[in-house]
T-cell receptor, first 116, second 114 residues
Framework: NAGVTQTPKFRVLKTGQSMTLLCAQDMNHEYMYWYRQDPGMGLRLIHYSVGEGTTAKGEVPDGYNVSRLKKQNFLLGLESAAPSQTSVYFC???????????????FGPGTRLTVT | AQSVTQLDSQVPVFEEAPVELRCNYSSSVSVYLFWYVQYPNQGLQLLLKYLSGSTLVKGINGFEAEFNKSQTSFHLRKPSVHISDTAEYFCAVSVRTNAGKSTFGDGTTLTVKP
């Protein structure tokens, strides 16, 4: 099992450009999450999904959009990148209550994004 | 809503010394508690978790944590650290009816010196 994978690993954008970050998991998990990590601020939830075709806002959703067209994939989009979106982005997944989940999350390796 | 406070942002310690990383949480309902470790340039991985039952839980790499409901704490301990334990450690709390979402603390950087 590859677990949770993220592409790309690194990206540099100019202000106003757009991009999509891809997250894929092969554990058949229902729940998926996108976080951003900034120094001294822990992880902050951007958006999450409780199943295929569903998405919901997290703590810091502004400037981001997401889609979950397939159960195994969760995409994070930046329509018009801003320097404040310079961060490390992590995707995570977890299983749901019906499968006996205890809500531990499995994380990808991260995407380091710089917006200039 | 839940919240997590990690009381130390940085903890320097010498190799083979004991260490304690402190975590307090706030919640009006029953919680699950977790400690994750993040090595440089990597994602987070689960170190240990408290679900219910015994308040002392053991995890990987010789770490353990004790759940104290009266003090709403979940401190992480290791009796003897190694250089390889140098990493950032995150405490997290989740509740049973919240779509699996976890609230994370700001992290504690553990630096083990030779």
């Amino acid at each position: 099992n590859a677990g949770v994978t993220q592409t790309p690993k690194f990206r540099v954008l100019k202000t106003g450009q757009s991009m999509t970050l891809l997250c894929a998991q092969d554990m058949n998990h229902e729940y998926m999450y996108w976080y951003r990590q900034d120094p001294g601020m822990g992880l902050r939830l951007i958006h999450y999904s409780v199943g295929e075709g569903t998405t919901a806002k997290g703590e810091v959703p502004d400037g981001y959009n997401v889609s979950r067209l397939k159960k195994q994939n969760f995409l994070l989009g930046l329509e018009s990148a801003a320097p404040s979106q310079t961060s490390v982005y992590f995707c995570a997944s977890s299983s749901d209550r019906e499968t006996g989940s205890t809500y531990e999350q499995y994380f990808g390796p991260g995407t380091r994004l710089t917006v200039t | 809503a839940q919240s997590v406070t990690q009381l130390d942002s940085q903890v320097p310690v010498f190799e083979e010394a004991p260490v304690e990383l402190r975590c307090n949480y706030s919640s009006s309902v029953s919680v699950y508690l977790f400690w994750y470790v993040q090595y440089p340039n990597q994602g987070l991985q689960l170190l240990l978790k408290y679900l219910s039952g015994s308040t002392l839980v053991k995890g990987i790499n010789g770490f353990e944590a004790e759940f104290n409901k009266s003090q709403t704490s979940f401190h992480l301990r290791k009796p003897s650290v190694h250089i390889s334990d140098t990493a950032e450690y995150f405490c997290a709390v989740s509740v049973r009816t919240n779509a699996g979402k976890s609230t994370f603390g700001d992290g504690t950087t553990l630096t083990v010196k030779p």
